[in-house]
């Protein structure tokens, strides 16, 4: 170990060193900065994408989950994002609707299932709008309807929060009653019991049995503005989408015991497959949606945005590490009798070294902290300007700052060298 005085003499250098290359920072502001920028904006790249991606998957984690992460549904079409000009391929649209008589059978020969809910989805037309009013002729502002079976509070993690929710009853007699989200309680009856209420759809009177219980919203669409109506109830009203060629029915299911879904899932392809006629050599005619399978889909899109963003991050960093290495060879060759005067009077090889790497690691680190500010900045920015989520995690920050004094260790090594090789006799010559 080395002596006491030793290291007080060690860390004394250390401070001056770091003393000195901000001193040196501060002299030459514009220079320093400009040659900063590349630092600035690839470190702020990192943090802002790290924000957005993490950000982004909580927020897509909780919504699926929302709706239970052991669902399985079956539906006609691949899930998919976005429509496109031309919807589902060919083949998909050629397949064969998924029907009521299919939701009984997995309902009857699936042991695993804890519930089976098929449902139709109220897809808003501008030729044929549905109407939503209360007594008073109060409008609302286009909630999500869907027909629903009274399994569709398990098959979806609903809960109901005031009355109740559907009874085999309710589907046998088509009953004009509905069950209805959190905001669409805000925007009818903000300050009365919605229980009993009368809601006219399309001018017909339907009476509110229950109230979900408050999921949230995400990227500006909220799971609470949604109107539910019993399944035989939503076909007399709107046959045109039990007859239409399209998805118009899904079926939702949930495992009794969690561990089982894949158990449950090979069960229901198998009952599905049989009703349909296909052979084994035949691919699956209906499509298969799980939470688990979609949040991959989502992770997988935004590591690949993210990779990108790592790619252009990487190349401003690059460039601004070639800026700080030539601004650093400017520094030895403008302090080169410095050098000299420093040699002359004892210093070594090291202690020159140290002090140009210092310097660049000092000059690096500013970068980094204001990317980090500047990065946290507009992470925040579009958080409160638009909604979206962002939130940067701690291992992020430190992970900025390590690269950029990296970058400053790295692209400042070559100047601290040549510097240290200088000749003592040469540099006190230098003019």
Not at 179 to 197: K, L, M, N, S, Y
Not at 355 to 384: K, P
Request: glycine share 10%.
């Amino acid at each position: 170990m080395a002596p006491a005085h030793t290291r007080s003499s060690l860390f004394g250098i250390g401070v001056e060193n770091i003393r000195f290359a901000f001193r040196s920072i501060r002299v030459q502001r514009l220079r320093s900065f400009l040659t900063l920028l590349g630092i600035v904006s690839g470190v702020a790249t990192v943090i802002a994408m790290v924000s957005f991606v993490a950000g982004f998957n909580d927020a897509i984690t909780g919504a699926f989950s929302s709706f239970g992460t052991t669902l399985v549904q079956y539906q006609k079409f691949e899930p998919r994002f976005g429509g496109g000009p031309t919807g589902p391929p060919e083949e998909q649209r050629k397949r064969r609707d998924l029907t009521l008589e299919d939701a009984n059978a997995l309902k009857r020969l699936n042991t695993l299932a804890a519930a089976v809910s098929p449902q139709r989805t109220y897809w808003l037309d501008a030729a044929q709008p549905a109407t939503f009013k209360n007594s008073k002729g109060r409008e609302g502002n286009a909630p999500t309807m869907l027909g629903v079976y009274p399994d569709y509070a398990i098959a979806n993690n609903a809960t109901v929060e005031d009355g109740r929710f559907f009874i085999e009853a309710d589907i046998t007699h088509a009953t004009r009653t509905c069950v209805i989200g959190a905001d669409v309680t805000e925007a009818f009856w903000p300050h009365r019991d919605p229980i009993q209420q009368e809601l006219f759809i399309n001018g017909v009177s339907f009476k509110v049995i229950g109230v979900l219980q408050k999921r949230g919203s995400f990227l500006g669409g909220s799971f609470d503005n949604i109107v539910l109506i019993p399944l035989s109830t939503f076909d007399e009203m709107f046959p045109q989408f039990k007859n239409s060629n399209g998805e118009t029915l899904i079926i939702a299911t949930i495992p009794r015991d969690p561990t089982q879904q894949q158990a449950m899932m090979d069960q229901g392809i198998s009952i599905l497959r049989t009703r349909r006629g296909l052979k084994a050599k035949d691919p699956n005619d209906f499509a298969i949606f799980t939470s688990e399978g979609q949040l991959e889909t989502f992770r997988a899109i935004t590591g690949g945005i993210a990779g990108a963003m790592i790619l252009i991050a990487a190349i401003a960093l690059l460039v601004g590490g070639v800026g700080v290495m030539n601004i650093m060879l400017v520094s030895v060759t403008e302090r080169t009798r410095e050098i000299g005067v420093r040699k002359a009077l004892g210093a070594t090889r090291k202690d020159i070294a140290m002090q140009f790497l210092v310097e660049a690691v000092a000059l690096t680190g500013v970068g980094g902290a204001i990317g980090i500010a500047v990065g946290l900045g507009i992470a925040m920015l579009v958080r409160f300007a638009f909604d979206f989520p962002a939130a940067a995690p701690l291992w992020s920050i430190a992970l900025g700052f390590g690269v950029s004094t990296a970058v400053g260790l790295i692209f400042g090594l070559w100047p601290a060298l040549k510097a240290a090789h200088q000749h003592p006799i040469e540099a006190l010559r230098y003019e």
